[in-house]
């Protein structure tokens, strides 16, 4: 078996959590890109969504994670009770998650769903990796917004498509992965081919922002339609 060793230094993030709602309950943030959602046990990964939280909302915990580049809505529990609840909610899949992403090349169609197994694979840490027989069941839905071009470095033209990405499962790295395995993966994603195009080398973050939360309150039972525009 093989051991993982993770030597991902995060580089300092300045940028601010944006606190969209809280209750006594429950706070919806606004991730930053570039930053960790969980403190890493490297002491050098310690800035984290949840280290910078517990500092305003003791006792708050995470009820779901965003990669490092992807920026986005996040819900946070501010006990373990309500933790419990809305982590039920998101086992069930009875939450709604949609996110906006600049995909690398014009797709050629409006709509579709990428059906695709995604298994660890510790040999290829931190990959994840397409698989049907030892996967995990994982579907995402997309559609496209726009078709437009945008100049990369140095100057050249590159097409890409702004699309909505709706996970119908929530496995590690399930979007970009997807997105690779479709042909056109997400601008700016290190890990899935996002940055082998011509032009796209010095793209500033990963094209991938968690745009619409749809989900219960744990407690007043009120329908929660959280949106929070893409900042690309």
């Not at 992965?177 to 796209?200: A, E, F, M, S």
């Amino acid at each position: 078996m093989s051991t993982i060793i993770d030597t991902f230094i995060a580089p300092p993030c300045s940028e601010e959590i944006s606190i969209l709602y809280q209750d006594e309950h429950l706070v919806l943030i606004d991730k930053p890109t570039g930053l960790l959602s969980l403190s890493g046990k490297n002491p050098q990964n310690l800035d984290s969504v949840h280290h910078r939280l517990v500092k305003l909302f003791p006792g708050c915990t995470l009820v779901h994670r965003l990669d490092f580049g992807t920026s986005g809505l996040m819900v946070v529990a501010r006990n373990k009770a309500i933790n419990a609840l809305l982590c039920q909610q998101f086992s069930q899949r009875s939450v709604t998650k949609i996110y906006t992403a600049l995909l690398c090349g014009h797709l050629n169609h409006n709509e579709g769903l990428i059906d695709a197994s995604i298994a660890k694979d510790p040999a290829l840490f931190p990959l994840m990796s397409i698989c049907a027989e030892t996967g995990k069941p994982a579907r995402s839905r997309y559609q496209v917004i726009e078709r437009l071009t945008r100049e990369g470095d140095n100057g050249v033209i590159l097409p890409v498509s702004r699309v909505q990405l709706l996970p119908e499962t929530g496995r590690t790295h399930q979007l970009r992965i997807h997105c690779q395995q479709l042909g056109h993966p997400i601008l700016g994603c290190d890990l899935y081919g996002g940055l082998l195009q011509p032009g796209t080398e010095k793209t500033p973050r990963l094209m991938l922002h968690a745009s619409e939360l749809h989900f219960v309150h744990p407690v007043s039972g009120e329908i929660i339609t959280a949106r929070h525009a893409s900042p690309f």
